[in-house]
C-alpha cells in the first residue's frame, strides 16, 4: 500500500499542464498521522509519499512526520518525495539520504523543451534554476527517477531530450504524454520517428551495458515477458491520495473531485465507495475487447482516464493510437536483444535480483 500525502496545494511553479483543481489547502501534521494510522494499521508495509503542489515547500513538515512513523510500530515504512526541484539543497538532500527517503524529480528535458511547459509564475523558464540542482540531486542519489512529460508542441526536442539526462548521468528516466493537450494524426508520426531514433539509442544502451532505465521501453518489454504483470493501476487499492484536508481519493488526479471521494481521517476508509470505484475501473472497455495489446496497453488506468475525458471508464482516443504506435516499436527492440541473448537484457529482464545484484556492482565499482 502507497498513501500520497498532499501536503500543500500551493506551488513555485505555474506549469501549463498541471492538473490541480485548487491552489489552497494545507495539511497540517495532526491530519497526516490520522490518515497513515487509518490507512496503514493493516498492512505490514506501507510507502509514503510526500507530494503537492510543491512538497518542498513543507520540509520541516516532512521531517516531522519521518520522525513520527519511524517511532511507530503500526507498519513498516519507506519514503519518496515528487517535487519540481526548486528547492532541493546539499543539507535537505543529505538529510533525506540519512533518513531513507527517495527523491523523484520533474524535469523535461533540455532548456527549450522543459521552459516551453515548466514555468515560474512570472511565465519566465525554469531550466536555468532547475538544472544545478538535477546535477546535485544524482550527486545524492544516483538513481532518483527523473520524471519528463512530453506535449504535442515538444515532440522534436524528445530524443534529444532523453539523450542529454542520460549524458547528465541520470539512470532512471519516466516519460509520459500530455494526453490532456489537443494531439493529432500528425503529432503521433512525429513521435514515432523519435521512438525509433530512442530505440536503436537504447539497443546501444544494452550492448554497451549502460544501466539505463527508459519507462516507455522497458516497461512495455516487461509486460510481455510477464504475463502477471498486467495493465491494472488498481484503482483505490494499490496506492491512496490524501487531500490536504484528510479527504481519501483513489489517485491524485481525483483530488478535489468529491464524487470520487473513498472515505476520510474521521470515518476511515469507505471499503464499499473503494470496491465500487476498483470494479468500474476494471471493467474491460467495449472499444478493447479483441484488441491484441488489450492485456499490455494503459486502457485501465483510472487517472489518465478521468484527467483526459473526465470519466474512468472512457479511453482517450490519442491513447489508442500512442499505445498502438509504441508497443509494434518495443516489441521489435526486445526481439533483436533476446536473439542476441544480450547480457544486459537477460539479467533485466529475466533475473528477479537484478535490482540488488546492479545496486552491489555499483557499491563495488
Not at 54 to 64: A, M, N, R, T
Not at 290 to 302: F, I, M, P, S, V
Amino acid at each position: 500500500m502507497h498513501i500520497t500525502l498532499h501536503l500543500t496545494q500551493k506551488c513555485n511553479l505555474e506549469c501549463s499542464y498541471c492538473y490541480r483543481k485548487s491552489r489552497n489547502g494545507e495539511m497540517t501534521f495532526e491530519t497526516a498521522i490520522k490518515a497513515i494510522e487509518s490507512i496503514c494499521k493493516d498492512h505490514d508495509n506501507c510507502g509514503i509519499i510526500f507530494f503537492g503542489g510543491e512538497p518542498l515547500l513543507k520540509k520541516d513538515l516532512i521531517f516531522q512526520i519521518h520522525e513520527w512513523c519511524e517511532k511507530s510500530d503500526i507498519s513498516n515504512f519507506h519514503y519518496k518525495i515528487t517535487t519540481n526541484g526548486l528547492l532541493l539543497d546539499e543539507q535537505f538532500l543529505k538529510e533525506s539520504n540519512r533518513r531513507g527517503i527517495h527523491i523523484a524529480m520533474s524535469l523535461d528535458g533540455i532548456k527549450k523543451a522543459n521552459d516551453s511547459h515548466r514555468l515560474k509564475p512570472d511565465q519566465s523558464g525554469s531550466f536555468d534554476e532547475i538544472f544545478p540542482k538535477l546535477q546535485a540531486l544524482i550527486k545524492h542519489q544516483p538513481y532518483a527517477p527523473i520524471m519528463m512529460t512530453v506535449s504535442p508542441d515538444t515532440i522534436n526536442y524528445f530524443a534529444e531530450s532523453v539523450q542529454w539526462l542520460q549524458n547528465q548521468n541520470v539512470n532512471y528516466l519516466v516519460t509520459s504524454m500530455d494526453f490532456s493537450a489537443d494531439w493529432n494524426v500528425s503529432h503521433i508520426k512525429s513521435l514515432k520517428k523519435e521512438y525509433e531514433k530512442l530505440a536503436e539509442w537504447h539497443f546501444n544502451n544494452y550492448r554497451n551495458e549502460k544501466k539505463f532505465y527508459f519507462s516507455p521501453f522497458d516497461k512495455r518489454i516487461a509486460s510481455h515477458i510477464f504475463s502477471e504483470r498486467t495493465n491494472s493501476c488498481q484503482l483505490g487499492v494499490r496506492q491512496i491520495s490524501v487531500g490536504s484536508d484528510g479527504t481519501f481519493y483513489p489517485c491524485v488526479q481525483f483530488v478535489g473531485h468529491d464524487a470520487y471521494t473513498i472515505g476520510n481521517i474521521e470515518k476511515g476508509l469507505q471499503n464499499k465507495r473503494q470496491c465500487e470505484l476498483f470494479q468500474m475501473n476494471e471493467v474491460t472497455k467495449s472499444e478493447c475487447r479483441g484488441c491484441a495489446l488489450e492485456h499490455r496497453c494503459h486502457n485501465k488506468c483510472g487517472c489518465l482516464n478521468f484527467q483526459t475525458t473526465g470519466n474512468i471508464q472512457k479511453i482517450p482516443a490519442v491513447l489508442c493510437e500512442y499505445e498502438r504506435m509504441i508497443y509494434p516499436i518495443a516489441d521489435r527492440l526486445a526481439g533483436k536483444l533476446f536473439k542476441l541473448r544480450d547480457p544486459m537484457f537477460i539479467q533485466r529482464h529475466y533475473n528477479t535480483s537484478f535490482p540488488v545484484l546492479s545496486f552491489l556492482e555499483d557499491l563495488v565499482i
